[in-house]
C-alpha cells in the first residue's frame, strides 16, 4: 500500500483566479481537497470606521470603493438608507434614472462576472467579448456623471445630475446591440460543452446551506430560491417594471452562470422599460439640506444589488456624521461559503467555483 | 403585521426574556435579554427564520448592543435581533452552529468590537492582521497614527 | 454496421458538437466581428483635474451692465440666463428681477451709489422696498443653502440710505443722455406700478404725466402702509427721484370726476395707462354692518396715516388674516385700543399675512381667534358691543379655491366695541365709463395678459387692477412690463414681438432652515436692532432700524455672487472636500481670495467641490494628463491654478517637462 500525505497548498493572495486579493490554505489529498480555509482582508481599509468621521454626503464617494465594479449598486443602497432616515421623498424622473443605472450598472458588472467565469474554465473569447460590450457601458456611464468607476452619481433626494440630451438614443442603441450579443455568449459559454463538463454538476450548493450561510443574489437563486429584493420589497420604484427572476435547478456553477446571463437579460427589459417611461421633472428633490442631520434612529434598507442584499446599516445620533455605519455586503456572505462548497472538489474546480461566487474584495474587506 | 401567529407564538414562548418588542409592516424588531440567545434563536429558525443576513454591533460606549438580522422567506418577514452586552462582560453565545453564516460575522464583529462568543468554532480576527491591538470600531479605540481631521461644517 | 458507426459516433460525440457549432457560426454572419476603429470623445462632464476659471476682483459680472440696461433687452436677457441655468436665483425670484448680485459687488467695494443706480433701474423705489419688501429673493438665497441668506432687502435699505445722505435728487448721468421726444403720456395713479412705468418711460424721453386723486403721491404705500413701517420722507426721496427725470405729478385730480379719459386724450395724451391700484375696501353683507363702530380697512389706515384723529373704542376687532388686516390692527393698537383681536377664517399655518408680521403682532399683544367667520355684529342702541362667529372648517375647496364652509352651530362671541373690516379690495373703476374699455361682469378690467393693452388702442393698465391683490414689487414689475407696450405702442412697433412671461417662483427652490448651531459666528448673518414692544407700541416710530456701513459691507461680502464664474473665497469647497485636498483664505478685510492652493495628489475625483461652488469657478476639467508629471506639480496655488484662453496656465511649460 502506499502511503499517502496530506499536502498543503497556499493560493493566493495575489493570484490572478482569485479575483481580487484573496487567500486560500488548502488541503489536498492527491488533488482532492479536504478542507479549504479562505483568508481575507487584505484589501480592509476601515471604510466603516473612517465613515464615522465623515459627514453623510462625504460618505457617498467612499461607498464607491467597496464594490468597484457596481459602485452605483452602492450609491443606491446608502441613498436610499439615508433617504428613509430622513424621509426625503426623490422625484420620479430621479428614481428612474436611478433605476436604469443601476441596472445599467448590473449588466456591467454580469459581463465581468460571466466573462472572468469563462476564463477561469479556459474560455478566452467570451472574457475578451464581455469587457468589449462593458466598455460601452461605462461609456453610457462616463457620459451621464464623468467617471468611468467611481461614480459617485447618486445623491440624497435624487441624482447629482440630469442625464445629457444624447443619453436615451445611446442607451436605446445599446439595448438593440446587446441583446444579440447574449444570445451569442449563451451559445458560446453555456452551451459549450467543455465549458459544461467544467461547471455542471460542480460546486453545488445546497438551498440548506445558502440559507443558512446568508447567501444572496445569483448564487442564491443558481440554487432555486426565488428570492429578490426588487420583487420581494420594492425600494424604489421598481415595483412599476415587469421583469422575470430566474431560478437555477441544481445550485452547480453552471446554473449560477446561467442566473447572471439570464438576469443580464431582465435588466435589459427594465432599461428599455425605464427609458420608454422616463418622465420629466427635477431629478433631485427640494430641499434636501446641505448638511443631512438625520434625527437619531437606525435603518437598514437592503437592496439587490449585483451580487444581493447589499445593505447600510446606519445608526444616527441626530449629528452631521453617522455615529455606526455598517454595510451588510453580500459578498461577504457568499464568500463564506466557500470552504462548503470547495470541499471534496478537484484542485482544478476551485477557480471555478470561486468564479462563480463572484467576489469582490473591496466589499467583502471594506 | 402580516403574521400575527408567530409573534404570538414568540411571545408565549419567550415573554420573560423580550425585553422590547416593536413590529412595523414586515419588519420586527426584538430585543432580549443575552442569556437566552441561544434558545431563542433555535425556535426562530424553526418557524422559519432560515435565512441569516448579518450579525454586527453598535458600540453605544457603556454598552455594546448586537443586531442579528434574520429572515424568514416562507412568511415574507424580517427581524432584527438585539442583544444588550455591558461593556464590562462582552461575552455571548454563538450561534454559528445555528446558522452556518454567523461564523464569518461573529469572527468580524470579535475583531472590530471585541466581542467574544463563545463556543465559536474558529475565532480568529478576520479582516486586520492577527497581531492587531484593539478594537477599531470601539467608540473607546485610539491610535496615534490616526489624523485628525478639522471640524468644518 | 449501425451499431458500429453509432459506438464510432459516441465516442467522438463531443468533437462532432463542436464540429457543428462551428459550422454554424461559419455559415452565419458574425456578429462580434466590429471593432472600434475611432478613438471616442470625451465626455464633457468628465472628472479630470480641477481648475479655477478665476477669482473675484473689482468689477464683478453685473447682469444689467452685460443687458444693456434697458427694459426691453434686459427681460431677454434674464430668460437666456435661465435657460442656460445661470441665473442667480434671487434676480429670478425677484418679480422685477432685480440685479441683487450685482448690488451687493458694489456695496463691498464700497460703490454705494453705483449701487443705488443699479438697483433703481428695475427696483425705482430702493428706499421703501428695502423696508417693506416682501423678499422672496431672500429665500432663495444661495446662501441660505449654506447658512443664511444674505440679507438683499436690508442692503437695499442700506443703499437707499447712502444715496439720500448726498441728497442728489436725480442721476445726473441720466438726465444728459435723455433723448426728448415730443409724444405725451398720461399716468392714473401714482402708485408703485405707476411710478414704475413713468420712470422707464421718462428716461426715453416720453412726457410723462402723473395723474394722483390724493393730495399725495405714492398710492397705496402712502395711503396704507403703516408709519411704523415706512417713514413718508423715505418714500418722498424715492418718489421725487422720479420726478427728477421730468415727470410730472399732479395730484388731487380724480380722473372720471375732474377729467375724463377723453379729456386726456383731447389734451393729446398719446397713450394712457390706468393704475388705480385696489382702493375700496370691500365690506361683508351680514347683520349689523351699518351700526356705528363699523369701520372700513382702507378709510381708517389712510386717516391713521395722515394723522387725523380717528374714532375708536378701547376693545377693536379686525376681521381679515391678511397683511392689511395685520397691519390695522397693530395700527389701531397705536392710536389708542388696548385690546385687539384678530378674527380670520384661515387656520395659522394658512393666514394670508406674512410670518414675521403674525410674529411682531403677537408680540405686541394682539389675539388671534383663527378659524373663526363672521356671522353677525352685535349692537346694542346703534353701537356694536361684539362680533359673533361661527367656525369655519374649511377655507379652501379641493381644487385649492377660497371657497369657505362653515359650523353653522358652533359659534362664539367675541366682545368689542369697534369692528375694523380688513377683507380685502377692490378696484374703483368709475373712470372708465363713457369710454371703449370695457370690464367684465365682475366689473373687472379686461385686457390683455401679455401686452397689459385693455379693449381701447392706446389705453394701457398694470399694477393691482391687473394682478388683483399683490405686493410692492409685484406691481413695479408690471409697471415695467406696461411701458415697455407703451414705447412700443408710441413708436408704431410690434406690442407681441419677442414679449416673455414674468419668471415663475416655482423654478426655483427654497431652502430648509439650516440648522445654525455648529456654525461659526462670523457666518451668520446681523440681525437688524428692533425696538423694543415698550418703545413701540404707542407711536409710530419705525421699528427696525438699518445697518451701519461696516455691518452692510461685511453682509455684502457674504453674497456668493452666484455663476459668475469668478471664485470668491467662500471656503465651501474646502469644506465640503472629503480629503481635505483644497485650503483657501480670504484677505483679512475680505475683498479678495488670499490663498487657493489644491492637493492634486490627495484628491480622488469625486466632483462634490464643484458641485458645492456657487460661482461655478471651480470645474473638473476633462484633463487627466497631469497626474503623469512631476510630482510637485499636483500641488498647484492660486497662480498655476488660473485658467487662460488657451487653456491652463500650466500648459505653456508644458514642453519642459518630462514624463515621470
Ligand atoms: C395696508 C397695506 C399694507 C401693505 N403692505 C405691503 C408690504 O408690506 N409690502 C408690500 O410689498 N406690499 C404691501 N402692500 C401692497 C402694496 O401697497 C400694493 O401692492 C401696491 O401699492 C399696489 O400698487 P399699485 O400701483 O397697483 O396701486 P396703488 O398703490 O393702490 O396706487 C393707485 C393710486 O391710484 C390713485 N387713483 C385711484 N383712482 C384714481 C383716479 N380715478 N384718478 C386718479 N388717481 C386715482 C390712488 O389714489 C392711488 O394713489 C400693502 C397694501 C396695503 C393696503
Ligand atoms: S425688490 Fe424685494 S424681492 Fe426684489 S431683490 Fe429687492 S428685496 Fe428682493
Given at each position: 500500500m502506499i502511503r499517502t500525505e496530506e499536502l498543503q497548498l497556499n493560493m493566493g493572495p495575489q493570484h490572478p483566479s482569485t479575483h481580487g486579493v484573496l487567500r486560500i490554505v488548502l488541503r489536498l489529498d492527491g488533488e482532492v481537497i479536504v478542507e479549504a480555509i479562505p483568508h481575507i482582508g487584505y484589501l480592509h481599509r476601515g471604510i466603516e470606521k473612517i465613515a464615522e468621521n465623515r459627514t453623510y454626503t462625504q460618505v457617498i464617494p467612499l461607498t464607491d470603493r467597496l464594490d468597484y465594479v457596481s459602485s452605483m449598486m452602492n450609491n443606491f443602497a446608502y441613498v436610499l438608507a439615508v433617504e428613509e432616515l430622513m424621509g426625503i421623498e426623490v422625484p420620479e424622473r430621479a428614481s428612474f434614472i436611478r433605476i436604469i443605472m443601476a441596472e445599467l450598472q448590473r449588466i456591467a458588472s454580469h459581463l465581468i462576472a460571466f466573462g472572468t467565469g469563462g476564463l477561469d474554465a479556459g474560455a478566452m473569447t467570451v472574457f475578451l467579448y464581455c469587457f468589449r460590450e462593458r466598455e460601452r457601458i461605462l461609456e453610457l456611464f462616463e457620459m451621464v456623471c464623468g467617471a468611468r468607476l467611481t461614480y459617485n452619481y447618486f445623491r440624497f433626494g435624487g441624482v447629482s445630475q440630469d442625464f445629457p440630451k444624447e443619453f436615451a438614443e445611446s442607451a436605446r442603441n445599446f439595448i438593440k446591440y446587446m441583446r444579440p450579443k447574449l444570445d451569442e455568449y449563451e451559445d458560446l459559454l453555456l452551451n459549450n460543452y467543455i465549458f459544461q463538463k467544467r461547471t455542471k454538476g460542480v460546486g453545488v450548493l445546497k438551498k440548506k446551506d445558502a440559507l443558512s450561510y446568508g447567501a444572496s443574489g445569483p448564487v442564491l437563486r443558481g440554487s432555486g430560491i426565488k428570492r429578490d429584493i426588487r420583487k420581494e420589497k420594492p425600494y424604489s420604484l421598481y415595483d412599476r417594471f415587469d421583469f422575470e427572476i430566474p431560478v437555477g435547478k441544481n445550485g452547480d456553477t453552471w446554473d449560477r452562470t446561467w442566473v447572471r446571463l439570464e438576469e443580464m437579460r431582465q435588466s435589459l427589459n427594465i432599461v428599455e422599460q425605464a427609458l420608454d417611461g422616463l418622465p420629466s421633472g427635477k431629478v433631485k428633490a427640494w430641499g434636501v439640506p446641505r448638511m443631512i442631520k438625520p434625527p437619531p434612529g437606525e435603518v437598514y434598507r437592503p437592496i439587490e444589488s449585483t451580487r444581493g442584499e447589499l445593505g447600510f446599516y446606519i445608526v444616527s445620533d441626530g449629528s452631521a456624521r453617522p455615529y455606526r455605519m455598517k454595510v451588510r455586503s453580500p459578498a461577504f456572505s457568499n464568500l463564506s461559503l466557500i470552504p462548503v462548497v470547495i470541499k471534496g472538489h478537484q484542485i482544478a474546480d476551485v477557480v471555478v467555483i470561486l468564479g462563480s461566487l463572484d467576489p469582490v474584495f473591496g466589499e467583502v474587506d471594506r | 403585521m402580516k403574521n400575527p401567529q408567530f409573534i404570538k407564538e414568540i411571545k408565549k414562548k419567550f415573554g420573560k426574556v423580550i425585553l422590547d418588542f416593536k413590529s412595523y409592516n414586515d419588519e420586527i424588531i426584538l430585543t432580549i435579554d443575552k442569556t437566552s440567545l441561544l434558545p431563542l434563536a433555535k425556535e426562530l429558525k424553526k418557524i422559519g427564520f432560515e435565512y441569516f443576513s448579518f450579525v454586527t454591533a453598535v458600540d453605544y460606549q457603556e454598552r455594546i448592543i448586537l443586531v442579528y438580522r434574520l429572515s424568514s422567506f416562507k412568511d415574507k418577514v424580517n427581524l432584527i435581533l438585539k442583544a444588550i452586552l455591558p461593556l464590562s462582560d462582552l461575552k455571548i453565545d454563538s450561534v454559528s452552529s445555528i446558522w452556518g453564516g454567523a461564523n464569518w460575522h461573529e469572527r468580524e464583529v470579535f475583531d472590530l468590537f471585541g466581542v467574544v462568543f463563545d463556543h465559536h468554532p474558529d475565532l480568529r480576527r478576520i479582516l486586520l492582521p492577527e497581531n492587531w491591538s484593539g478594537h477599531p470600531l470601539r467608540k473607546d479605540y485610539r491610535d496615534e497614527d490616526v489624523v485628525k481631521r478639522k471640524e468644518y461644517f | 454496421m449501425l451499431k458500429k458507426f453509432w459506438k464510432f459516433f459516441e465516442a467522438?460525440?463531443?468533437?462532432?458538437?463542436?464540429?457543428?457549432?462551428?459550422?454554424?457560426?461559419?455559415?452565419?454572419?458574425?456578429?462580434?466581428?466590429?471593432?472600434?476603429?475611432?478613438?471616442?470623445?470625451?465626455?464633457?462632464?468628465?472628472?479630470?483635474?480641477?481648475?479655477?476659471?478665476?477669482?473675484?476682483?473689482?468689477?464683478?459680472?453685473?447682469?444689467?451692465?452685460?443687458?444693456?440696461?434697458?427694459?426691453?433687452?434686459?427681460?431677454?436677457?434674464?430668460?437666456?440666463?435661465?435657460?442656460?441655468?445661470?441665473?442667480?436665483?434671487?434676480?429670478?425670484?425677484?418679480?422685477?428681477?432685480?440685479?441683487?448680485?450685482?448690488?451687493?459687488?458694489?456695496?463691498?467695494?464700497?460703490?454705494?451709489?453705483?449701487?443705488?443706480?443699479?438697483?433703481?433701474?428695475?427696483?425705482?423705489?430702493?428706499?421703501?422696498?428695502?423696508?417693506?419688501?416682501?423678499?422672496?429673493?431672500?429665500?432663495?438665497?444661495?446662501?441660505?443653502?449654506?447658512?443664511?441668506?444674505?440679507?438683499?432687502?436690508?442692503?437695499?435699505?442700506?443703499?437707499?440710505?447712502?444715496?439720500?445722505?448726498?441728497?442728489?435728487?436725480?442721476?445726473?448721468?441720466?438726465?444728459?443722455?435723455?433723448?426728448?421726444?415730443?409724444?405725451?403720456?398720461?399716468?392714473?395713479?401714482?402708485?408703485?406700478?405707476?411710478?414704475?412705468?413713468?420712470?422707464?418711460?421718462?428716461?426715453?424721453?416720453?412726457?410723462?404725466?402723473?395723474?394722483?386723486?390724493?393730495?399725495?403721491?405714492?398710492?397705496?404705500?402712502?395711503?396704507?402702509?403703516?408709519?411704523?413701517?415706512?417713514?413718508?420722507?423715505?418714500?418722498?426721496?424715492?418718489?421725487?427721484?422720479?420726478?427728477?427725470?421730468?415727470?410730472?405729478?399732479?395730484?388731487?385730480?380724480?380722473?372720471?370726476?375732474?377729467?375724463?379719459?377723453?379729456?386726456?386724450?383731447?389734451?393729446?395724451?398719446?397713450?394712457?395707462?390706468?393704475?388705480?391700484?385696489?382702493?375700496?375696501?370691500?365690506?361683508?353683507?351680514?347683520?349689523?354692518?351699518?351700526?356705528?363702530?363699523?369701520?372700513?380697512?382702507?378709510?381708517?389706515?389712510?386717516?391713521?396715516?395722515?394723522?387725523?384723529?380717528?374714532?375708536?373704542?378701547?376693545?377693536?376687532?379686525?376681521?381679515?388674516?391678511?397683511?392689511?388686516?395685520?397691519?390695522?390692527?397693530?395700527?389701531?393698537?397705536?392710536?389708542?385700543?388696548?385690546?385687539?383681536?384678530?378674527?380670520?377664517?384661515?387656520?395659522?399655518?394658512?393666514?394670508?399675512?406674512?410670518?414675521?408680521?403674525?410674529?411682531?403682532?403677537?408680540?405686541?399683544?394682539?389675539?388671534?381667534?383663527?378659524?373663526?367667520?363672521?356671522?353677525?355684529?352685535?349692537?346694542?342702541?346703534?353701537?356694536?358691543?361684539?362680533?359673533?362667529?361661527?367656525?369655519?372648517?374649511?377655507?379652501?375647496?379641493?381644487?385649492?379655491?377660497?371657497?369657505?364652509?362653515?359650523?353653522?352651530?358652533?359659534?362664539?362671541?367675541?366682545?368689542?366695541?369697534?369692528?375694523?373690516?380688513?377683507?380685502?379690495?377692490?378696484?374703483?373703476?368709475?373712470?372708465?365709463?363713457?369710454?371703449?374699455?370695457?370690464?367684465?361682469?365682475?366689473?373687472?378690467?379686461?385686457?390683455?395678459?401679455?401686452?397689459?393693452?385693455?379693449?381701447?388702442?392706446?389705453?394701457?393698465?398694470?399694477?393691482?387692477?391687473?394682478?388683483?391683490?399683490?405686493?410692492?414689487?409685484?406691481?413695479?414689475?408690471?409697471?415695467?412690463?406696461?411701458?415697455?407696450?407703451?414705447?412700443?405702442?408710441?413708436?408704431?412697433?410690434?406690442?407681441?414681438?419677442?414679449?416673455?412671461?414674468?419668471?415663475?417662483?416655482?423654478?426655483?427652490?427654497?431652502?430648509?432652515?439650516?440648522?445654525?448651531?455648529?456654525?461659526?459666528?462670523?457666518?451668520?448673518?446681523?440681525?437688524?436692532?428692533?425696538?423694543?414692544?415698550?418703545?413701540?407700541?404707542?407711536?409710530?416710530?419705525?421699528?427696525?432700524?438699518?445697518?451701519?456701513?461696516?455691518?452692510?459691507?461685511?453682509?455684502?461680502?457674504?453674497?456668493?455672487?452666484?455663476?459668475?464664474?469668478?471664485?470668491?473665497?467662500?471656503?465651501?469647497?474646502?469644506?465640503?472636500?472629503?480629503?481635505?485636498?483644497?485650503?483657501?483664505?480670504?484677505?483679512?478685510?475680505?475683498?479678495?481670495?488670499?490663498?487657493?492652493?489644491?492637493?492634486?495628489?490627495?484628491?480622488?475625483?469625486?466632483?462634490?467641490?464643484?458641485?458645492?461652488?456657487?460661482?461655478?469657478?471651480?470645474?473638473?476639467?476633462?484633463?487627466?494628463?497631469?497626474?503623469?508629471?512631476?510630482?510637485?506639480?499636483?500641488?498647484?496655488?492660486?497662480?498655476?491654478?488660473?485658467?487662460?484662453?488657451?487653456?491652463?496656465?500650466?500648459?505653456?511649460?508644458?514642453?519642459?517637462?518630462?514624463?515621470?
Open positions: - | - | 467522438f460525440q463531443s468533437i462532432f458538437i463542436g464540429m457543428g457549432i462551428t459550422f454554424k457560426y461559419l455559415t452565419s454572419k458574425a456578429v462580434t466581428f466590429q471593432y472600434p476603429d475611432q478613438k471616442r470623445p470625451i465626455s464633457l462632464r468628465w472628472r479630470g483635474l480641477l481648475a479655477l476659471k478665476g477669482f473675484m476682483g473689482e468689477t464683478p459680472h453685473q447682469l444689467l451692465r452685460e443687458s444693456g440696461a434697458e427694459p426691453q433687452t434686459y427681460k431677454a436677457y434674464v430668460h437666456k440666463r435661465l435657460k442656460e441655468d445661470t441665473l442667480p436665483h434671487c434676480t429670478g425670484a425677484c418679480p422685477a428681477n432685480v440685479d441683487v448680485s450685482g448690488q451687493n459687488a458694489l456695496v463691498a467695494e464700497g460703490k454705494y451709489l453705483e449701487a443705488f443706480e443699479i438697483v433703481q433701474e428695475r427696483n425705482i423705489l430702493p428706499g421703501v422696498l428695502g423696508r417693506i419688501c416682501h423678499h422672496p429673493c431672500e429665500g432663495r438665497c444661495r446662501r441660505g443653502y449654506y447658512d443664511e441668506p444674505v440679507s438683499i432687502k436690508f442692503l437695499h435699505r442700506f443703499i437707499a440710505e447712502e444715496a439720500r445722505k448726498t441728497r442728489r435728487k436725480n442721476n445726473p448721468k441720466l438726465k444728459r443722455e435723455l433723448k426728448k421726444r415730443e409724444e405725451k403720456v398720461a399716468i392714473i395713479g401714482s402708485g408703485p406700478s405707476g411710478l414704475a412705468a413713468a420712470f422707464d418711460l421718462a428716461k426715453e424721453g416720453y412726457q410723462v404725466t402723473i395723474f394722483e386723486k390724493q393730495k399725495f403721491p405714492g398710492g397705496m404705500l402712502a395711503i396704507g402702509v403703516p408709519l411704523y413701517r415706512l417713514p413718508r420722507d423715505v418714500l418722498l426721496f424715492d418718489i421725487e427721484r422720479v420726478k427728477g427725470l421730468g415727470v410730472e405729478i399732479r395730484t388731487g385730480v380724480e380722473v372720471g370726476k375732474d377729467l375724463t379719459i377723453k379729456d386726456l386724450k383731447k389734451q393729446g395724451f398719446k397713450a394712457i395707462l390706468i393704475a388705480v391700484g385696489l382702493q375700496v375696501s370691500r365690506s361683508l353683507p351680514i347683520p349689523g354692518i351699518d351700526l356705528d363702530g363699523v369701520l372700513l380697512a382702507v378709510p381708517f389706515l389712510k386717516a391713521v396715516n395722515s394723522g387725523e384723529k380717528v374714532k375708536i373704542g378701547k376693545d377693536v376687532i379686525v376681521i381679515g388674516g391678511g397683511n392689511v388686516a395685520v397691519d390695522v390692527a397693530r395700527c389701531a393698537r397705536r392710536v389708542g385700543a388696548e385690546k385687539v383681536k384678530m378674527v380670520c377664517l384661515e387656520a395659522r399655518h394658512e393666514m394670508p399675512a406674512f410670518p414675521w408680521e403674525i410674529e411682531e403682532s403677537l408680540e405686541e399683544g394682539i389675539e388671534i381667534h383663527c378659524s373663526w367667520g363672521p356671522k353677525q355684529i352685535l349692537g346694542k342702541d346703534g353701537r356694536v358691543v361684539g362680533l359673533e362667529v361661527k367656525e369655519c372648517t374649511a377655507v379652501f375647496d379641493a381644487q385649492g379655491r377660497f371657497a369657505p364652509t362653515f359650523c353653522e352651530e358652533h359659534t362664539k362671541v367675541v366682545e368689542g366695541d369697534t369692528v375694523i373690516l380688513a377683507i380685502g379690495q377692490a378696484s374703483d373703476l368709475s373712470l372708465v365709463e363713457g369710454t371703449e374699455i370695457k370690464l367684465n361682469e365682475r366689473r373687472q378690467l379686461i385686457f390683455d395678459k401679455v401686452t397689459l393693452e385693455t379693449t381701447e388702442t392706446g389705453v394701457f393698465a398694470c399694477g393691482e387692477v391687473t394682478t388683483g391683490p399683490s405686493t410692492a414689487i409685484g406691481s413695479i414689475a408690471t409697471g415695467h412690463e406696461a411701458a415697455i407696450s407703451i414705447s412700443r405702442f408710441l413708436r408704431g412697433e410690434d406690442l407681441r414681438k419677442g414679449r416673455l412671461p414674468a419668471i415663475n417662483l416655482e423654478e426655483f427652490e427654497e431652502y430648509p432652515q439650516v440648522d445654525l448651531e455648529d456654525i461659526e459666528e462670523e457666518r451668520l448673518r446681523p440681525r437688524p436692532v428692533k425696538l423694543s414692544v415698550e418703545e413701540r407700541i404707542d407711536n409710530f416710530k419705525e421699528i427696525e432700524l438699518g445697518f451701519k456701513e461696516k455691518v452692510a459691507v461685511k453682509e455684502a461680502l457674504r453674497c456668493l455672487r452666484c455663476y459668475s464664474e469668478k471664485c470668491v473665497g467662500c471656503t465651501f469647497c474646502a469644506r465640503t472636500c472629503p480629503d481635505f485636498c483644497i485650503e483657501v483664505e480670504r484677505t483679512r478685510d475680505g475683498k479678495r481670495v488670499a490663498k487657493y492652493q489644491i492637493e492634486m495628489g490627495k484628491c480622488m475625483f469625486c466632483g462634490l467641490c464643484s458641485e458645492q461652488c456657487p460661482t461655478r469657478s471651480l470645474v473638473m476639467t476633462p484633463q487627466h494628463e497631469l497626474a503623469f508629471y512631476q510630482k510637485e506639480l499636483l500641488e498647484y496655488d492660486k497662480e498655476k491654478l488660473l485658467r487662460s484662453e488657451k487653456g491652463y496656465a500650466f500648459k505653456e511649460k508644458e514642453k519642459e517637462r518630462k514624463y515621470a
